[in-house]
Nanobody, 121 residues
Framework: QVQLLESGGGLVQPGGSLRLSCAASGSIFYINRMGWYRQAPGKERELVATITSIGSTNYADSVKGRFIISRDNAKNTVYLQMKSLKPEDTSVYYC???????????????WGQGTQVTVSS
C-alpha cells in the first residue's frame, strides 16, 4: 500500500510564503515524477509544478518565479516553496507521484488527500 501525506498548508496574507511537504510511504520500488496540482472551488484541477527523479522541473506559467519545487529522493519527499502568494493561489493543493510499487512492473499515479492553502488579508 502506497500513501502520500501532505503537510504545510494554512492561511497566509498576500505576499507571504508557505512551504508544502509531501512524503510518499509504503511498498515503493521507484518514484519517477512527483509534483503538485491544485484545485479551486468550481474549477478543474491544474498543474502547479512537477519534478523528475533527476531534478528536471516543470512549472505552470502562473507560478513561475514565485514557486520552487524540490525533492529529496532518499526520503521520497517533494517540497513546494511558495513565495509572493496571491489570493488567486487559494486552492486545495494535491501531491502527486508517478511510481512503481514493489508488487508490480508498472508505474501508476498516486494522489494525496490535499492540503488547503488560503491567501487572504
Amino acid at each position: 500500500q502506497v500513501q502520500l501525506l501532505e503537510s504545510g498548508g494554512g492561511l497566509v496574507q498576500p505576499g507571504g510564503s508557505l512551504r508544502l511537504s509531501c512524503a510518499a510511504s509504503g511498498s515503493i520500488f521507484y518514484i519517477n515524477r512527483m509534483g503538485w496540482y491544485r484545485q479551486a472551488p468550481g474549477k478543474e484541477r491544474e498543474l502547479v509544478a512537477t519534478i523528475t527523479s533527476i531534478g528536471s522541473t516543470n512549472y505552470a506559467d502562473s507560478v513561475k518565479g514565485r514557486f520552487i519545487i524540490s525533492r529529496d529522493n532518499a526520503k521520497n519527499t517533494v517540497y513546494l516553496q511558495m513565495k509572493s502568494l496571491k489570493p488567486e493561489d487559494t486552492s486545495v493543493y494535491y501531491c502527486y507521484a508517478n511510481l512503481r510499487a514493489t508488487d508490480t512492473n508498472n508505474r501508476s499515479d498516486y494522489w494525496g488527500q490535499g492540503t488547503q492553502v488560503t491567501v487572504s488579508s
